[in-house]
């Protein structure tokens, strides 16, 4: 079974930079579509970005276009997310999932998640 860690979440200002590692142990990334998700409090949780196990192919939500990059490097079993241009709305936590299968945005048809990091946006 897959496990998920995240990292590279922390303070930044609106305009600046961050970019999340979601590093997987357990077995191998290759087999797995990788979503990004994030969630503040009271809101639900949306995603923001996937990449397929496949070909590759990336998936952004509309809000985040232009702005963030999904990437995988299978080699070191770890997806990225760089998030540039970051805006106080982007505040939140941050969390990577995988799923056995296509591209997929909707969060309930991952199955393994990480367990978040936060990511705030403020001057």
């Known amino acids: 079974q897959i496990q998920l860690v995240e990292s590279g979440g922390g303070l930044v200002q609106p305009g600046g930079s961050l970019r999340l590692s979601c590093v997987a142990s357990g077995s191998t990334l290759d087999y797995y579509t990788i979503g990004w998700f994030r969630q503040t409090p009271g809101k639900e949780r949306e995603g923001v970005s996937h990449?397929?196990?496949?070909?590759?192919?990336?998936h952004y939500a509309d809000s985040v276009k232009g702005r963030f990059t999904i990437s995988r490097d299978n080699a070191k079993n770890t997806v990225y997310l760089q998030m540039n241009s970051l805006k106080p709305e982007d505040t939140a936590v941050y969390y990577c999932?995988?799923?056995?299968?296509?591209?997929?945005?909707?969060?309930?048809?991952?199955?393994?998640w990480g367990q978040g990091t936060q990511v705030t946006v403020s001057s």
């Open positions: 999932a995988a799923r056995l299968g296509a591209i997929a945005t909707s969060e309930n048809l991952y199955d393994f």
């Open positions: 990449i397929s196990s496949r070909d590759g192919r990336t």
